[in-house]
């Protein structure tokens, strides 16, 4: 600027101007730069922790559990599933007045009030309201229209067949996770994976963007399939609670096991319960006793005792016992019979179930000897069906003869149902024992078999004659003069055993006036297909298991015989007095070639009796054919309205129609096909 | 040496008017990226922000290119109807039924299609009557009573008028507006000092009167602690600039603007491009307003009379000011003002002002070419230009 002085020097006041304008400049350049330090402060050295502060506000990480997988039968029938339902939570801090919300909210919800405060303070700014809400419930919290509150989509549990092999499925609670039965005992495989994602939100709470969906596949638990068969079950289960109604019984349990594969085909308990509903049911009524509890098994445990001597060599057939007229003391005890006897053979033993020959038998076969076969049948050892909480039984070695007798006859010993029925499998399926199993396959969503059970034969017990020999003794059981002619069928040739327990009195010791009735048969006879035991506790009318129990066992065979294929042992005609004797193989060649697959009749019988007319009343049932299964049930969840599935796949036809008015609550039942 | 008459128009200050048009440009940019979520929300239109910033922007070409074309000189004459019609204009905002009531102020002249903010032409007309009544008294500017007092008078009168619209920002910045000039004409810097050292105790009564003043500066000292209450517009803004780190989240992808920030595209659009342009994005703009101060401060200092000197250092002070309070607040420097980020804010009556002001600065770094022709550089550089 020095040349501008040649030109027009300025006056004195214009330099000071000068001066001053590069003064102001020089202030505002500085301030530029204080701008600009803090600008880096704020951007490189405080940035993660803004960062993070911001990050708090708009990210929520959502945690998406993965949909619970399913259960099925070994037919493929669901009886547990997944569907999502809506669950409501809220932002406390955005409310205006919170107490206040939570009264209102209580009173719509029916909840707590006291407690929903509590938990909206707790909460900050995350509570849940209800979890697995009703729809009406989520109208309600829609309609304030308040940006503080928002939406899951919770799976939530549920049971098609509702009381249908309970206890076996057990149950899984609020959280998705298993509390009892194969819930529990398969959560880690049903569970699956939890995927986090980040979800983007507003500053008025709208979730707005996840980071990319997830492959569905990834949010699905594994599926267990399991051996039980649903119709097998159903029928089971109905026999079961009748025996015991009629019995006047406290409760009850039934097996069907595969003697071939030891597989278990329908695994009962009395009273049942509606996993639908848990909170109605008391959480000892939740036990699979069938599986996990242990009883004095009683006369059932005969069976063993004549065939270890027989496999011994310490008695043969033709052999014959003397049975004291009904009393015998051994030691310083006296055993009894219902009934005195004199000489019999071990067949006759068994027919009319003597406890004083059984036990002259076992004294014969030697105490070492009986706690050999009993451990080889499988007693005092886990069955391993994989279940929580299995009970292995205790047969203690019988140090005295007293022991042995009364070990004979099944007292002073203990069991599980699911063993019996194992045990008994063995002598079934010519004296090799398989291990019971109830779940076949775990399978991955995409898949990957993560388990799966195949028929595993344990150990050869007795030889296949000894074990026919056996068998064919058990046939005269249910003849005229046996203990069990209630469990006779026409069709089919049956081959069982009693078992009247004492039940040992916990509180007085030693036993009370309380029995434990059962009857454990196999049919056909000739090659059994199905062991079935049915017990029933503390029965009151009678307490013989040839009358509680045997009558069970037949309406059970009898639906399992058609359902399961299998060829009728003799003509359905012919009466029983013309078939008391073995049966020619030529003529049941013949039968089997002239009957075919009746198997469908059986669940279809089941079906009509699980159907129930609805009464009239205010809902409306929507119309769901050719809905998958799964929305269908969660449209008539979303309606009030309870599912019965039958089948998988697609929605062909329900009932009652769309369009009738119901009552909420009420069942409707869709038949479901897989999609062609 | 080159014809004055085709010079006067090509020898307006390229850099200045550059770093002007990279200043609106993204501004432009920004106001569509911070209020798109807004816009959709409120109109359904996630252009209707930018749309409008679109014509404020038409607007104020016209007017920049106006008062280019016509010369500063020519204000010289027009600043006391200028002065006076902005002062109607703020007192017309005080009518009921005519001031809009918006955030608790009102500012604006609610117009058909368009609202009217009278303190930003209240801001730009007081640094022409500034400078025109400065250039005119000369020597007496010195003189406490001809040159101070009167000049010091009608500022307070303009920023109670402020004040009635609760506008403290706008009222801070005439009175800076004035010691700016006062200072650069050569009042007495004891005055100066003396004047302000009285103000304080009026500035603090004034402040602790009002309980929203006082809340203002107790959030501003601890935004955290006052995050759900007044320190939420801070504490969000530091949050937003924070986040952007070097790099920035990306333009569009800030997060904050889903309505964590409120005016996230009017006083806090500098939050927004800290978030998404990081410090980069910062250090341009920042570089952009030392520029247009540069280049500002030149030209007033190659004015070729006073009075362009004083408009030239005014209007350099406006946009220093603003720029230097608006980053300020958003970085949580100072309280919250309520002034806009020149040429970058949303606010039509903003942006045509500060770009009428630009052209008023423009035309006269224009006389500062001219002025200085002997200057080799220059020289060169208008050759080259004709």
Redesign the interface.
């Known amino acids: 600027m020095k040349d501008l002085k040649g030109l027009s020097a300025p006056e004195p006041s214009q330099r000071w101007m000068r001066l001053r304008v590069r003064l102001l400049g020089a202030i505002f350049f500085a301030l530029l730069c204080a701008v600009f330090a803090r600008a880096v402060e704020l951007q490189i050295f405080d940035r993660e922790r803004l960062e993070s502060m911001a990050r708090d506000q708009y990210v929520r990480e959502i945690e998406m559990p993965a949909r619970r997988g399913d259960i099925f039968d070994r037919r493929g029938v669901p009886l547990a599933q997944s569907v999502e339902v809506d669950s409501i939570w809220v932002d406390p801090s955005l409310l205006d007045d919170p107490a206040q919300m939570a009264r209102i909210l209580a009173k719509k919800l029916n909840l707590d009030a006291k407690e929903l405060a509590e938990r909206m303070e707790r909460g900050r700014r995350f509570a849940w309201v209800k979890r697995q809400a009703r729809p009406e419930d989520v109208a309600f919290v829609r309609s304030l229209k308040s940006r503080a509150f928002g939406f899951a989509k919770e799976p939530r549990r549920f049971y098609p067949q509702r009381e249908l092999a309970a206890h076996v499925l057990g149950l899984a609670g609020m959280d998705g996770h298993g509390l009892e039965g194969l819930e529990l005992a398969f959560d880690d495989e049903l569970t699956g994976e939890v995927s986090r994602i980040d979800g983007f939100r507003d500053a008025r709470g709208r979730k707005l963007l996840t980071q990319g969906a997830i492959n569905p596949i990834d949010r699905q638990g594994a599926s267990v399939t399991l051996t039980i068969d649903r119709g097998l079950q159903y029928v089971t289960e109905k026999a079961l609670s009748r025996a015991v109604v009629e019995a006047k019984g406290v409760a009850g349990m039934a097996v069907v096991l595969d003697p071939k594969t030891g597989e278990l085909l329908a695994l009962a308990n009395y009273p049942g319960f509606n996993p639908n509903t848990p909170k109605d049911t008391d959480h000892h009524q939740l036990r699979n006793r069938a599986a996990l509890d242990t009883f004095e098994p009683g006369s059932t445990f005969k069976s063993f005792v004549v065939a270890a001597a027989l496999e011994e060599g310490v008695i043969r057939p033709d052999d014959i016992f003397y049975c004291e007229q009904g009393a015998w003391t051994v030691g310083r005890h006296t055993i009894h019979d219902s009934h005195p006897h004199e000489w019999l053979t071990p067949k006759k033993v068994l027919q009319v179930s003597s406890n004083i020959c059984a036990a002259k038998i076992a004294l014969k076969l030697g105490a070492a000897n009986l706690a050999k076969y009993y451990a080889a049948f499988g007693f005092g050892q886990r069955a391993g069906l994989a279940l929580p909480g299995e009970g292995k039984g205790t047969v203690p070695y019988p140090r005295a003869d007293i022991y042995v007798a009364t070990q004979a006859f099944g007292q002073g010993l203990t069991a599980t149902a699911v063993q019996l029925a194992a045990a008994y499998g063995a002598l079934a399926n010519g004296g090799v024992l398989m291990r019971p199993y109830l779940v076949s396959k775990v399978t991955d969503p995409d898949g990957v078999v993560l388990l799966e059970n195949r028929p595993t034969p344990v150990r050869r017990v007795i030889s296949a004659r000894t074990a026919k020999t056996v068998v064919s003794m058990l046939e005269s059981v249910v003849e005229n003069g046996g203990t069990a002619p209630r469990a006779r069928m026409d069709a089919y040739r049956v081959a069982g055993k009693t078992g009247t327990a004492q039940k040992a009195d916990p509180v007085a010791g030693g036993y009370s006036d309380k029995r434990i009735a059962s009857f454990i048969g196999m049919v056909p006879a000739e090659d059994p297909r199905a062991v079935i035991l049915v017990v029933v506790d503390e029965p009151k009318t009678d307490v013989y298991g040839g009358l509680v129990a045997a009558p069970a066992f037949k309406e059970i065979a009898e639906a399992a015989m058609p359902y399961l294929g299998v060829t009728p042992s003799r003509p359905v005609a012919a009466g029983p007095e013309a078939t008391a004797v073995s049966v020619n193989p030529k003529s049941a060649a013949a039968r089997r070639a002239s009957s075919s697959g009746p198997s469908v009749a059986v669940p279809a019988v089941a079906v009509a009796a699980l159907t129930e007319n609805a009464p009239a009343g205010d809902v409306r049932v929507p119309d769901l054919s050719g809905k998958a299964g799964r929305e269908a049930i969660a449209r008539l969840l979303a309606a009030s309205l309870e599912p019965r599935v039958e089948g998988s796949g697609r929605v062909v036809s329900q009932s009652p129609p769309a369009g009738t008015w119901v009552a909420r609550g009420a069942k409707v039942r869709l038949d479901m096909e897989p999609r062609p | 040496m080159r014809s004055d008459k085709g010079a006067a128009r090509i020898t307006f200050d390229p850099i200045l008017l550059a770093a002007v048009m990279a200043l609106i440009t993204i501004g432009l940019v920004m106001v569509y990226s911070a209020s798109a ?1 807004l816009a959709h929300d409120k109109q359904s239109d996630s252009f209707f922000f930018l749309k409008r910033q679109v014509v404020a922007f038409a607007f104020g070409l016209c007017a920049m290119a106006t008062v280019m074309a016509l010369g500063y000189r020519r204000l010289a004459r027009l600043a006391y109807p200028i002065v006076v019609g902005a002062i109607l204009l703020m007192i017309l905002v005080l009518v009921p039924g005519i001031g809009g009531d918006a955030n608790g102020a009102s500012r604006w002249i609610r117009l058909p299609g368009f609202s009217l903010q009278p303190s930003e032409c209240l801001k730009v007309a007081w640094i022409i009557y500034l400078s025109y009544s400065l250039a005119k008294k000369r ?1 007496k500017v010195v003189t406490f009573s001809v040159g101070f007092l009167p000049h010091v008078i009608f500022a307070g009168i303009l920023a109670g008028l402020c004040l009635l619209q609760k506008d403290f920002g706008s009222a801070v910045c005439l009175l800076v507006l004035l010691f ?1 000039l006062l ?4 009042a007495k810097i004891s005055y100066l000092v003396a004047s302000v050292l009285a103000a304080l105790p009026v500035a603090y009564h004034f402040i602790a009167s009002e309980p929203y003043r006082l809340r203002r500066i107790t959030a501003f000292l601890d935004p955290w602690g006052t995050r ?1 209450g007044d320190g939420y517009q801070v504490a969000e803004s ?9 790099t920035g989240l990306g333009l569009g992808d800030g ?2 603007k ?3 920030l409120p005016e996230a595209h009017t006083d806090f659009i500098f939050s927004i491009v ?1 978030e998404e342009l ?2 980069i994005g ?2 341009v703009v ?1 570089v952009l ?2 520029i247009v ?2 280049r500002g ?1 030149r030209a ?2 190659g004015a070729s009379e ?1 009075f362009g ?1 004083y408009l030239g ?1 005014g209007i ?2 406006l946009f ?1 000011f603003q ?2 309070v608006n ?2 607040v958003a ?1 949580g ?1 100072l309280p919250t003002k309520g002034l806009t980020l020149p040429f970058i804010s949303y606010g039509g009556t903003s942006l045509v002002m500060m770009m009428t002001a630009a052209g008023v600065l423009l035309s006269v770094s224009a006389s500062a070419q001219r002025a ?1 022709f ?2 080799r550089v220059r020289g060169q550089l208008s050759e080259a230009v004709a």
Not at chain 2, 183 to 186: E, M, N, P, R
């Open positions: 979520i020597e700016s200072f650069t004409a050569g759900h530091l949050m937003s600039i924070g986040s952007g780190g070097l997060r904050q889903l309505f964590f800290g990081g410090l910062v250090t920042v307003y030392v101060v540069w401060l007033a200092l006073p000197t250092m350099t002070t220093a720029a230097v980053m300020s970085m420097l200085s002997g200057h």
